[in-house]
């Protein structure tokens, strides 16, 4: 029974490039969330999707990051015209339903050079 | 704005004794409770969580308190094995959290390190 998995584990980009982070939620799993983890600190709620729905996007920043969960593959996490703070760790996460406990993917580290 | 707060980034126990990890809340609308461990480079782990209708959750070793009129819960992890050395994270969730979202809230996290 496979966990979530998250791809590609390290990425690397210069300035101005665009990044993509995929994750597949567990099976039986149609919930996603995206956290991210900045340098020495906790992770960040970032958004949460049902199938070809966003549900909450409340920690999303307002330019550049978008993302999706269509009805067929992984869910994608977008950044746009990458810059140097966006270096972090992003974590996927996913549960059966809501108000259940989410698990957790191995996360991709991104590198803004 | 610090909602869920871990005010011990480290702490340090020996191999068989007891480690007991703190997070306050100030949020009173939190109404589930999670403790997740973490290994460099990899994802947190699921350990062991806590409804508000409860005061305690055990599973084998590990042990979490709710205290609600304090806004604060432990974990208890007893006995400490080296292979417990990681970073432990609280995290909160519930209506305070906004929507009909359970989006996570977590604490900076706190380095055990369980000495053989």
């Known amino acids: 029974n496979a966990g979530v998995m998250q791809n590609p584990r390290h990425l690397v980009r210069r300035r101005g490039q665009e990044a993509r982070l995929r994750c597949s939620p567990m099976?039986?799993?149609?919930?996603v969330y995206w956290y991210r983890q900045l340098p020495e600190e906790g992770l960040k709620f970032m958004v949460y999707?049902?199938?070809?729905?966003?549900?909450?996007e409340s920690g999303m920043p307002k330019e550049r990051f978008s993302a999706e969960f269509p009805k067929e593959g992984p869910s994608i996490l977008r950044i746009q015209q990458v810059v140097r703070g966006d270096s972090a760790a992003y974590f996927c996460?996913?549960?059966?339903?809501?108000?259940?406990?989410?698990?957790f993917g191995p996360g991709t580290r991104l590198l803004v050079l | 704005d610090q909602q869920v707060k871990q005010n011990s980034p480290s702490l340090s126990v020996q191999e068989g004794r007891i480690s007991i990890l703190n997070c306050d809340y100030t949020?009173?609308?939190?109404?589930?409770f999670l403790w997740y461990k973490k290994y460099p480079a990899e994802g947190p782990t699921f350990l062991i969580s806590?409804?508000?209708?409860?005061d305690k959750n055990e599973d084998g070793r590990f042990t979490v308190f709710l205290n609600k009129s304090a806004k604060h819960l432990s974990l208890h992890i007893v006995p400490s094995q080296p292979g417990d050395s990681a970073v432990y994270f609280c995290?909160?969730?519930?209506?305070?959290?906004?929507?009909?979202?359970?989006?996570?809230?977590f604490g900076t996290g706190t380095l055990l390190a369980v000495q053989p």
């Open positions: 099976k039986g799993h149609s919930h």
């Open positions: 949020n009173s609308m939190f109404d589930y």
């Open positions: 996460a996913s549960s059966p339903y809501t108000q259940e406990t989410q698990y």
């Open positions: 999707l049902q199938k070809e729905n966003i549900i909450d």
């Open positions: 806590i409804s508000s209708i409860k």
């Open positions: 995290a909160a969730s519930g209506r305070g959290t906004g929507g009909a979202t359970n989006k996570l809230i």
